[in-house]
């Protein structure tokens, strides 16, 4: 057998034929390695401008949300879910855990410059594709404070949770922890579950709907507990304490405000309430006593809606002219004398003598007074 060695030695790369498959389409083995260095992998120092990772479709390393395009340097990207749009850090190390740095200089070179009181330092986006674009949902950001003292020895932060609300496509502020621990909401907050405030400052206990003050465990929908519990209402104008019924201007509607004292012995105290007549409330305000254990509650006096001061029912004492009104008996029914100082009135006094002891059987009408030993005519 004889062999060319002239037409062996001149043999390259670019001569041989190469098949393209895969991604490689070069027709040549000198193209397909030119090609191959073209897309290879940097080695450790190397700097790569674009990294993408997976199928980025026809979005290449960018995306638009909103008309905006955001251009990147990594972008993991998946068209049909077997490239996975998805980062792991993970790490076996006793000191580091798995860690996520964004990080600031302010300036458009290689210097270094300090970034400013107010300045967003790091941000995540959460965007999906609605109608014609991509949207953004929320975002995430931590940044500078506009508080505080920016230092070698202070960097106050700040972090904001945005988030998009309907009808709008921008995200706005939901809430901002600032650098003194303090959050902010910028709208209502809703606690799905029990709250706790500093142990026992305010309780609030989901599970049996009460509120407790001083106290971890209320038993009654707002519990106030201390050595010395004092309730103060500061208001500009009224300050009302105000009860609702189920039926409105239902006649006999009562409201009512009670200081009891739960000593062992049952409920005990003073109760003040006014009641509807089926048209106006705030009609008269009645003043109810009781003793735990031993007597039902007991009305003892009321002010009238005309501005009347009763006792016992509807009996006035002072009317609406602050004359004194004096109780009304028989000389039978006066109650037992011995009481000095007791003033009242008979319907049927006989031929009354001032000072002089009060005889019935007539029908006049006197004040009498009880001067310990009689009931006497005044």
Request: proline share 3%.
């Amino acid at each position: 057998m004889k062999i060319n060695t002239t037409d062996i030695n001149s043999l390259t790369a670019a001569n041989v034929a190469n098949s393209p498959s895969g991604n490689i389409a070069a027709t040549t083995v000198q193209a397909a390695v030119n090609e191959l260095d073209t897309d290879k992998v940097a080695k450790a120092g190397d700097t790569i401008t674009t990294l993408i990772v997976g199928d980025p479709g026809t979005e290449g390393a960018g995306i638009d949300i909103s008309g905006v395009t955001y251009e990147s340097s990594f972008k993991a990207s998946d068209i049909d879910g077997t490239n996975f749009a998805q980062t792991i850090l993970h790490r076996h190390s006793t000191v580091l855990e798995p860690l996520i740095v964004g990080a600031r200089s302010n300036s458009n070179t290689s210097a270094h410059a300090s970034v400013t009181a107010g300045m967003n330092i790091f941000a995540i986006y959460g965007a999906g594709y609605v109608s014609d674009n991509y949207k953004l949902f929320g975002s995430l950001t931590i940044g500078a404070d506009s508080t505080g003292t920016l230092s070698s020895t202070s960097a106050p932060g700040r972090w904001d949770f945005n988030v998009t609300p309907d009808g709008a496509v921008v995200p706005a502020l939901a809430m901002r922890i600032t650098n003194d621990k303090k959050a902010t909401f910028s709208g209502s907050v809703a606690v799905a579950a029990g709250l706790v405030v500093d142990t026992t400052t305010l309780v609030v206990d989901a599970t049996n709907n009460r509120v407790g003050i001083g106290t971890a465990t209320p038993s009654v929908p707002l519990h106030l507990a201390g050595s010395a519990v004092e309730q103060r209402f500061d208001a500009g104008s009224a300050c009302l304490i105000r009860q609702l019924v189920t039926t409105a201007n239902l006649p006999g509607n009562v409201g009512s405000l009670g200081l009891v004292v739960l000593d062992g012995g049952g409920n005990s105290g003073v109760f003040v309430h006014n009641t509807h007549d089926g048209t106006y409330s705030s009609q008269d305000v009645r003043f109810v006593t009781a003793e735990g254990g031993v007597s039902v509650a007991t009305e003892r006096g009321r002010f009238s809606k005309d501005g009347q001061f009763q006792m016992g029912g509807a009996n006035t004492v002072i009317d609406s002219n602050r004359i004194h009104r004096l109780r009304q008996y028989t000389v039978a029914t006066l109650p037992t004398v011995g009481t000095a100082g007791r003033l009242a009135a008979v319907t049927d006094a006989s031929a009354p003598t001032y000072n002089a002891t009060i005889a019935g059987g007539g029908a006049v009408n006197v004040p009498v007074y009880d001067d310990g030993v009689n009931w006497t005519a005044h």
